[in-house]
T-cell receptor, first 110, second 115 residues
Framework: DAKTTQPNSMESNEEEPVHLPCNHSTISGTDYIHWYRQLPSQGPEYVIHGLTSNVNNRMASLAIAEDRKSSTLILHRATLRDAAVYYCILGHTSGSRLTFGEGTQLTVNP | EAGVTQFPSHSVIEKGQTVTLRCDPI?????LYWYRRVMGKEIKFLLHFVKESKQDESGMPNNRFLAERTGGTYSTLKVQPAELEDSGVYFCASSQERGWLYGYTFGSGTRLTVV
């Protein structure tokens, strides 16, 4: 499985934008970039995913570099409920599993 | 739509006993997955069902773990006999065909403590 690299932790203030980076230099052409988050005492929750183009949904935006070797999850206005561990995961079209790394622990300050 | 449901939410058993975890996927999701996080480690894949068939069970740690999905609906994961190192949180997830394209929905997990 292709590997991703994320900072261990990040901090943000409430109602400010948050940019969570992810490096995936060994990504293959058919790997999708998935983001999940895990709130305390809950299972992982789907956030967003994309292949080549930037993506937007009600939760977040995903900005993918032109060479696809990195991506950034953007939370436009962080809330206290966004405090969680965020995982950047590559999903291959031929595989079925998600390979979780350590993720980024996001702290949101009031 | 109802999400992925897991029972029980917590279980405390003694070493050597048997425990059965249950997962009810989202209705219509043929794909069902089991993952677990043991103390201090990352979330790890255990196995994948497509309907009632085991598609990939390469993540199952040993033969003390038995997963079933009779009828292609809910799934059970039995640990027999349980060992101390089995303590952790067990997650179930389900997806439509091609989860890598549509995303996976996880349950809240079962926290298993073996004492």
């Amino acid at each position: 499985d292709a590997k991703t690299t994320q900072p261990n932790s990040m901090e943000s203030n409430e109602e400010e934008p948050v940019h969570l980076p992810c490096n995936h230099s060994t990504i293959s052409g058919t790997d999708y970039i998935h983001w999940y988050r895990q709130l305390p005492s809950q299972g992982p929750e789907y956030v967003i995913h994309g292949l080549t183009s930037n993506v937007n949904n009600r939760m977040a935006s995903l900005a993918i570099a032109e060479d696809r070797k990195s991506s950034t999850l953007i939370l436009h206005r962080a809330t206290l409920r966004d405090a969680a561990v965020y995982y950047c995961i590559l999903g291959h079209t031929s595989g079925s599993r998600l390979t979780f790394g350590e993720g980024t622990q996001l702290t949101v300050n009031p | 739509e109802a999400g992925v449901t897991q029972f029980p939410s917590h279980s405390v058993i003694e070493k050597g006993q048997t425990v059965t975890l249950r997962c009810d996927p989202i209705s219509g999701h043929d794909n069902l997955y089991w993952y677990r996080r043991v103390m201090g480690k990352e979330i790890k894949f255990l196995l994948h069902f497509v309907k009632e068939s085991k598609q990939d069970e390469s993540g199952m740690p040993n033969n003390r773990f038995l997963a079933e999905r009779t009828g292609g609906t809910y799934s059970t994961l039995k640990v027999q006999p349980a060992e101390l190192e089995d303590s952790g949180v067990y997650f179930c997830a389900s997806s439509q065909e091609r989860g890598w394209l549509y995303g996976y929905t996880f349950g809240s997990g079962t926290r298993l403590t073996v004492v």
